[in-house]
């Protein structure tokens, strides 16, 4: 095929994967799954290929097929792995395990350590999922999810001053993070700390059944 062909063809596969990945974010997935079929009917690519499999599964369908092609159109690919990580983190622990650790052997990423540390506190494991946490922040420490992450390790180890402090690392990059400040809300509120604790959940402009909760708490 001459470059002229191919370069349209590749135009037209990343319109319809941009297409795809609006609508999936606005949540209209059935539009979303026919734009990602296109992008790889024209030209097969990951980031189609991910997408899709991902709107397979928010809508309860199968997606091994496209879990197949991955494998087969991108064996060495971090990502690849990293999707088959994400497809069988509820499903099978074990082998979401040993997906996430390929990617990582492929690719010292930030983000991978970060998903094996997820994984890991929903096993049981916080020791592993700590020192994996970790090993994400010294990549990038500005990431307010991985000091969120290190917070809830830390509660569950007991370690509740080390939980205050990945908290407030957490709040001094972004002040307003949900997350950190319904933690340490929580930290507060088991030291009988209402006070601090309601005046961190006041900062939560968009308050769901979980902050009111905490917040009734506060006030008790």
């Not at 795809?20 to 079929?37: I, V």
């Not at 709107?55 to 309860?60: N, P, R, S, T």
């Not at 968009?206 to 009734?216: G, S």
């Amino acid at each position: 095929m001459s470059e002229d062909r191919v370069l349209p063809s590749l135009a037209k596969s990343t319109d319809e994967y941009m297409a795809a990945f609006e609508l999936s974010e606005d949540g209209y997935l059935e539009e979303a799954e026919k734009h990602a079929r296109k992008s790889i009917e024209i030209k097969k690519n990951i980031e189609a290929l991910i997408l899709l499999v991902d709107i397979l599964e928010k809508q309860g369908k199968d997606s091994t097929t496209f879990q197949k092609m991955l494998l087969e159109e991108y064996p060495i690919n971090p990502d690849t792995y990293r999707r088959l990580f994400l497809s069988s983190f509820n499903s099978n622990k074990e082998e979401a395990l040993s997906y996430i650790n390929r990617s990582i052997n492929l690719l010292k990423k930030a983000i991978y350590y970060f998903d094996k540390s997820r994984l890991l506190y929903s096993m049981g494991r916080y020791l592993e999922a700590l020192a994996s946490v970790d090993t994400a922040i010294k990549m990038e420490s500005r990431n307010t999810s991985y000091w969120n992450q290190r917070a809830e390790i830390l509660m569950k180890i007991a370690r509740v001053n080390d939980a205050k402090e990945s908290c407030e690392v957490s709040l001094k990059i972004d002040q307003r993070d949900r997350n950190a400040l319904v933690i340490l809300s929580r930290i507060y509120l088991n030291s009988g700390e209402k006070e601090k604790a309601k005046e961190l959940l006041l900062k939560i402009e968009n308050r769901d059944e979980e902050i009111k909760k905490l917040l009734e708490e506060s006030i008790s």
